[in-house]
């Protein structure tokens, strides 16, 4: 029997690469390009398998390509919000993710994100860089500890958990957080945390409020003007999650009127570009949508794709199907 055909839409981890070319007719995306729509029709058309990324947006006018020949997406991270699910699921085709693996090092980076944005680490490099830096005064890029303050977080899944374990284990924070079902407090190891009704009550308690929920559908503009308005006056807002989670506009107009102390941002509305508004203010961090970007775990993220072809070609569920 033919192997199957897959097809890599981005530069995977060499060794995944090396990997998949070893069980899978397997045709690599060479000079990394970002994928138009109608190299993803294609894709669909002609390959068993695609394996694509956030930067693939695989929505239902994509997806209604005539007589596809993939029978499956093995997406390559965990949030799938740029992959109209239920457009897949009606053409047949299956959808799986890598949960687990980026939960620490996405935790890491929220972390960094909070650190930085408090202790003005980007301006203080800036300043530094420009030849701007003129020596030590008791008053110079004064911040805020973390020590002491309440951490609000919204959506306490494995990323959710993991920040808020970094954040009162190693800085002494209170937690409060908000969440689509109630947890039990067993299930929250050693932590200790306040679970809430209402977004709400977590931004008016919160000091840094970060997001951990999955974008698109009903969480577009979770942060929304009225939302944003609703964070305490001189909070901060840190997001590792998806870009849409936030009303990047409201974001930047809550920003200029001084209404929030900073924002720490991974993740963009329309990424890559960035609203220019946020690239001129000096209160706010902006990454590459750098969350899970480690060589551990963006290999391990590579072979738990792996893990999903291979149970899928083998007639098995794969585990991590999310479609
Ligand atoms: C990935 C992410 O790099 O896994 C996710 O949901 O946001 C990132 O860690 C990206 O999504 C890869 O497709």
């Known amino acids: 029997m033919s192997r199957p055909r897959i097809l890599l839409t981005r530069r995977w981890p060499e060794a995944v690469e090396r990997r998949l070319g070893?069980?899978?007719?397997?045709?690599?995306?060479?000079?990394?390009?970002?994928?138009?729509?109608?190299?993803?029709?294609?894709?669909l058309r002609d390959y068993d398998a695609v394996l694509p990324t956030v930067s693939d947006r695989l929505d239902s006018a994509v997806l209604a390509v005539e007589a596809p020949r993939a029978r499956i997406l093995a997406n390559y991270g965990v949030g799938y919000s740029h992959i109209d699910i239920e457009a897949a699921r009606a053409r047949g085709l299956v959808v799986t993710n890598t949960p687990g693996v980026l939960t620490d090092c996405t935790a890491d980076l929220a972390?960094?994100?909070?650190?930085?944005?408090?202790?003005?680490?980007?301006?203080?490099?800036?300043?530094?860089?420009?030849?701007?830096?003129?020596?030590?005064?008791?008053?110079?890029?004064?911040?805020?500890?973390?020590?002491?303050?309440?951490?609000?977080?919204?959506?306490?899944g494995r990323i959710g958990q993991a920040v808020a374990l970094r954040a009162q284990h190693g800085f002494g924070m209170k937690v409060v957080f908000q969440n689509r079902s109630r947890l039990a407090p067993e299930r929250l190891g050693t932590l200790q945390?306040?679970?809430?009704?209402?977004?709400?009550?977590?931004?008016?308690?919160?000091?840094?409020?970060?997001?951990?929920?999955?974008?698109?559908?009903?969480?577009?503009?979770?942060?929304?003007?009225?939302?944003l308005a609703a964070m305490k006056p001189g909070a901060f807002l840190i997001n590792t999650a998806r870009?849409?989670?936030?009303?990047?506009?409201?974001?930047?107009?809550?920003?200029?009127?001084?209404?929030?102390?900073?924002?720490?941002?991974?993740?963009?509305?329309?990424?890559?570009?960035?609203?220019?508004?946020?690239?001129?203010?000096?209160?706010?961090?902006?990454?590459?949508?750098?969350?899970?970007?480690t060589r551990e775990t963006r290999e391990a993220m590579g072979m738990r794709v792996v893990d999903n072809l291979v149970a899928f070609f083998d007639g098995r569920q794969p585990p991590d199907q999310v479609g």
């Open 22 to 43: 070893e069980l899978f007719d397997t045709t690599l995306n060479t000079d990394d390009h970002r994928m138009s729509a109608d190299e993803l029709r294609a894709a």
């Open 111 to 156: 972390l960094t994100l909070m650190l930085m944005v408090a202790r003005r680490a980007g301006e203080g490099e800036r300043e530094i860089r420009a030849g701007r830096w003129t020596g030590w005064r008791p008053t110079h890029l004064v911040g805020t500890r973390l020590g002491g303050k309440t951490l609000g977080i919204i959506g306490m």
């Open 193 to 227: 945390a306040t679970q809430l009704e209402r977004v709400e009550d977590v931004l008016a308690q919160a000091d840094f409020v970060s997001l951990h929920c999955p974008g698109g559908g009903a969480n577009r503009h979770l942060m929304n003007a009225a939302r």
């Open 243 to 293: 870009g849409d989670v936030v009303d990047e506009a409201a974001l930047v107009e809550a920003l200029q009127q001084g209404r929030l102390a900073g924002a720490g941002l991974d993740v963009f509305e329309d990424e890559p570009r960035v609203h220019p508004g946020l690239l001129a203010l000096e209160n706010v961090v902006l990454l590459p949508h750098l969350g899970s970007a």
